[in-house]
């Protein structure tokens, strides 16, 4: 139903409220009734009656509309009697008052119906309209999707092709400039010409390149050929003390202080060990590298409704608006030595156990990373039936430490 059906029938477009329509309802009932009443028999201005009539039936509803019947009929009555017509019998006027009194409310009763069934009416092309809306939002949305997994697709087939080219004579080369470098040390003995150290110092930097090289292509590898998730129930603060104590001494060297801040009401969480630690070692390896000169780590759990939330947050000098929008974009990175596929690697397996990954963070502010996985796969063993989470990844930060996610 269109908007301006919607607002005659809510009597926006005539009237401010409600009160106001009944005001000029009766004020037109009045002027009706003295009309009647100073006109005589000569104009049948009868039907007039039913103006105000309607006027309360479409602005207030049926009750008013009622409440206007029986003054209608008073105000007939009224004009009637003070006019002093001829009547064959004296209680005519009042017989003739609850005839039209009857009319008044029969034409009340179907013009209040007919109000009903436009305004359901309109509240149901409205929903439609709202679904119809929302499924073309959802398509739309489905096919970027599809398109950017076909991207991904293509890119992550391009780099286990070239991976696969590249890395087997690395091997070769890799063991020669061993070779090579033994070599050397025997040709540069005393009275050879030429300090041993600068050509080990050569070797050294080319093993350097090399090492960077194997890295970025395992990464290529990883990304293109994720490991199919196996999701277990654990307990998971006993889960993130276990893993977290194999940080502690890195993170004492590059003096951070960790903290935890845990809920007590979550117990079980269903996850893979090995994929899910891999997000978690990464985000707080980000968040090291964010604070060369030291800080505080901080690891909270939350949950809600529906979900689980894991956050961990730096004191670094946190993430720009422009680095946020691509920051899970694979191959996108700001550091001078990254591969661009941590992030995209982590909310690709995030997303694989039915979750998402968001972050939050303003220049200057420090960053919250926040793994939510679903609240309802968490059981105690024995209690979990283990489903595929078919979960697209979600690419939108979210704009708060620990989100509550929208009821569906």
């Not at 979900?307 to 929008?325: F, R």
Request: proline fraction near 6%; glycine fraction near 6%.
């Amino acid at each position: 139903m269109s908007n301006s059906l919607s607002q005659v029938i809510g009597g926006k477009s005539f009237f401010q409220s409600r009160w106001q329509a009944l005001v000029s309802a009766s004020v037109l009932l009045v002027i009706v009734g003295a009309m009647d009443h100073f006109n005589g028999r000569e104009w049948q201005i009868l039907p007039l009656y039913l103006v105000p009539i309607s006027m309360a039936v479409w602005f207030a509803g049926r009750s008013w509309a009622f409440v206007f019947s029986f003054a209608a009929a008073i105000t007939w009555l009224a004009a009637e009697v003070s006019a002093d017509h001829f009547h064959g019998h004296r209680a005519m006027p009042y017989w003739n008052a609850l005839m039209l009194l009857g009319v008044f409310l029969v034409s009340a009763l179907l013009l209040s119906n007919l109000r009903e069934v436009l305004a359901t009416l309109d509240s149901r092309v409205t929903s439609r309209t709202t679904q119809l809306k929302d499924e073309m939002v959802k398509r739309y949305q489905a096919e970027l999707g599809g398109l950017r997994a076909q991207r991904l697709a293509v890119v992550g087939s391009m780099a286990a092709q070239m991976a696969h080219e590249v890395r087997n004579p690395m091997g070769s080369i890799s063991l020669n400039m061993e070779l090579l470098a033994q070599e050397i040390s025997a040709l540069s003995a005393p009275g050879g010409g030429h300090s041993p150290a600068e050509a080990q110092l050569l070797l050294s930097q080319m093993e350097q390149e090399f090492a960077r090289i194997d890295a970025v292509i395992r990464d290529y590898l990883t990304f293109a050929r994720l490991p199919k998730i196996v999701p277990q129930p654990h307990r998971l603060h006993e889960y993130l003390d276990q893993k977290l104590s194999l940080t502690e001494e890195k993170l004492a060297a590059d003096n951070v202080r960790w903290m935890k801040d845990y809920d007590p009401s979550i117990e079980w969480v269903n996850l893979d060990p090995a994929q899910m630690w891999q997000v978690v070692l990464n985000l707080i390896r980000n968040a090291c590298e964010a604070m060369p000169e030291g800080g505080e780590l901080k690891v909270r759990t939350r949950r809600d409704a529906e979900d689980i939330h894991i956050a961990i947050s730096d004191t670094g000098g946190g993430i720009s608006d422009a680095d946020a929008a691509k920051m899970f974009t694979p191959f996108f990175t700001t550091k001078a030595q990254g591969t661009g596929l941590g992030l995209a690697l982590s909310q690709q397996i995030v997303a694989e156990h039915g979750g998402r990954l968001t972050c939050h963070s303003s220049a200057g502010a420090g960053a919250t990373f926040t793994i939510s996985l679903p609240a309802q796969a968490a059981a105690a063993p024995g209690e979990l039936t283990l489903h595929p989470f078919p979960t697209q990844p979600t690419h939108t930060p979210f704009h708060g430490p620990i989100p509550p996610r929208p009821a569906a």
